[in-house]
């Protein structure tokens, strides 16, 4: 018998057979995932705009058919911080065009309120759209 890394609920099998999901059950399934993408989060590769997550994916320039958007990012982005170690640092309030940043955005999905927490930071909006562009690269 396996248990639950989250609940201690003890499981037959696990929900996933291999990967970050393979030691939870399938009601702390959403917990584990939306921990992974807080994880995330930290590193710059997650913008959350509206209540919604979305995922830098530098490998694929084609989501979201390929349309390039424009967003801002708000102070407590990783990559507006002026001091960040991290190779895509922005300068302050600088707009970000996902052409540019050598990738797209793909959704993740609404977030659910018992994942935010204000007190924390913990998965707030951290960008917000600043114009929705063509499918033509701009500069």
Not at 64 to 74: S, T
Not at 77 to 86: A, F, I, R, T
Request: glycine share 8%; hydrophobic share 30%; proline share 6%.
């Amino acid at each position: 018998m396996i248990k639950c890394a989250i609940c201690g609920r003890e499981l037959k099998q696990p929900c996933h057979s291999k990967g970050p999901f393979e030691d939870v059950c399938p009601k702390c399934f959403s917990q584990r995932f939306w921990d992974l993408a807080e994880d995330e989060n930290l590193k710059g590769t997650k913008f959350i705009i509206d209540g919604t997550c979305y995922a830098h994916d530098s490998n694929d320039p084609h989501g979201f058919g390929g349309r390039i958007f424009l967003v801002q990012l708000l102070p407590n982005h990783p990559l507006y911080l002026s001091n960040s170690k991290h190779p895509n640092t922005l300068e302050e309030g600088r707009t970000l065009n996902t052409w540019e940043f050598k990738g797209t955005l793909w959704s993740n999905g609404p977030i659910p309120e018992s994942q935010r927490n204000k007190e924390t930071g913990r998965l707030m909006d951290n960008a917000i759209w600043f114009k929705e562009q063509t499918n033509e690269q701009t500069n």
